[in-house]
């Protein structure tokens, strides 16, 4: 028996699910949650974060950190991501290795997509930064769930 596919469902199979997440203030010398993963697994297609209120002019580097519901936290970028001083444009997106440097862009600029796609569960997807620096970020998520029923929401 042979399943007709719909145009919603391909698009699902192609690119994911896009949930975005409005500007806010960077967490100060803090970790926050930007999304929350229910339901069960997800693959990470793209995330990405745009500059919308200029960064401080101080070295502030950030971390993208999965963190489920029960078990041991992964750091999806390590700590030398730095925003420091990035203009209204500028971009911020996972490496293209997992732990390695979270990739910041100037505005204009092409972004640099992920190599890999990353496994999450439930849990919460986390920006933390080490200073303290005015600025504001608006995130982009592109997922593909993984388990019926699993959902993603801005935090």
Do not use: I
């Given at each position: 028996m042979t399943t007709l596919i719909q145009n919603k469902d391909v698009r699902l199979l192609t690119a994911g699910i896009a949930v975005a997440r409005a500007t806010a203030a960077l967490p100060q010398t803090a970790q926050s949650s930007i999304f929350t993963i229910t339901g069960g697994r997800i693959l990470v297609v793209a995330l990405v974060g745009e500059v919308t209120t200029a960064i401080q002019a101080q070295a502030?580097?950030?971390q993208l950190i999965g963190t489920p519901t029960s078990g041991t936290a992964?750091?999806?970028t390590n700590s030398t991501g730095d925003v420091n001083g990035k203009e209204i444009g500028a971009?911020?997106?996972?490496?293209?290795?997992?732990g390695g440097t979270a990739v910041v862009n100037n505005a204009g600029g092409n972004i640099t997509p992920s190599a890999t796609w990353l496994l999450l569960r439930t849990g919460t997807i986390?920006?933390?930064?080490?200073?303290?620096s005015t600025g504001s970020v608006k995130w982009d998520l592109l997922y593909i769930p993984l388990d019926t029923g699993v959902s993603v929401a801005a935090a």
């Open positions: 502030t580097t950030v992964v750091n999806l971009t911020v997106t996972l490496p293209t290795t997992l986390d920006l933390k930064t080490v200073a303290s």
